[in-house]
T-cell receptor, first 115, second 109 residues
Framework: EPEVTQTPSHQVTQMGQEVILRCVPI?????FYWYRQILGQKVEFLVS????????KSEIFDDQFSVERPDGSNFTLKIRSTKLEDSAMYFC?????????????FGSGTRLTVV | DAKTTQPPSMDCAEGRAANLPCNHS???????VYWYRQIHSQGPQYIIH???NNETNEMASLIITEDRKSSTLILPHATLRDTAVYYC??????????FGKGTRLHILP
């Protein structure tokens, strides 16, 4: 059963445009993560988000990127001015902190194509 | 950077057990061993994890050596649907996970 839903599944945008990728986890999630995967390359960590604040970010996550949880449920990744090299699969992941926790659940991803 | 070493690819005959090795000689005491897989371009899928004891679930078994410097993921009866890239990851609980290149497992009919 899907526990992390990502929308849209595919987004095509022109270079320089802003995009917002959305993640809809189950409401009791505390930790959220964004990862990306450029075609043919490994999955890369972008940012972690805990209790409505960024807890850690990678070098990839520069000023062009931002994350927020605007309404307490949706979890968004925004790219302000897309570049061709932002074309990738973007995955949202969640972890629940409780006894018996057993790892990350990833969404099915958003394929971002910048043209 | 990933703290694990895995073979880049492996083959396994359908119906046989697939044994995927992983070296993590610099693992710290608070780090767990996690295994994930990625089928084509889908999101990574959690398989199993362990700290120092061997673990088994409905998908796989995880064998961790006594010194914790290596582990083996066992898929007991591999099927064609198990063809994927398998990632061995060491990480403290609740911390971000860093993916390496993994092992590309081919299940042969």
């Amino acid at each position: 059963e899907p526990e992390v839903t990502q929308t849209p599944s595919h987004q095509v945008t022109q270079m320089g445009q802003e995009v917002i990728l959305r993640c809809v986890p189950i409401s009791n999630h505390l930790y959220f993560y964004w990862y990306r995967q450029i075609l043919g390359q490994k999955v890369e960590f972008l940012v972690s988000f805990y209790n409505n604040e960024i807890s850690e970010k990678s070098e990839i996550f520069d000023d062009q990127f931002s994350v927020e949880r605007p309404d307490g449920s949706n979890f968004t990744l925004k790219i302000r001015s897309t570049k061709l090299e932002d074309s990738a699969m973007y995955f949202c992941a969640r972890i629940v902190v409780q006894a018996g926790d057993y790892g990350y659940t990833f969404g099915s991803g958003t394929r971002l194509t910048v043209v | 950077d990933a703290k694990t070493t895995q073979p880049p690819s492996m083959d396994c005959a359908e119906g046989r057990a697939a044994n995927l090795p992983c070296n993590h000689s610099t693992i710290s005491g608070n780090e767990y061993v996690y295994w994930y897989r990625q089928i084509h371009s889908q999101g990574p899928q959690y398989i199993i994890h362990g700290l120092k004891n061997n673990e088994t679930n409905e998908m796989a078994s995880l064998i961790i050596t006594e010194d914790r410097k290596s582990s083996t993921l066992i898929l007991p009866h591999a099927t064609l649907r198990d063809t994927a890239v398998y990632y061995c990851i060491v990480s403290p609980r609740d911390d971000k996970i860093i993916f390496g290149k993994g092992t590309r497992l081919h299940i042969l009919p």
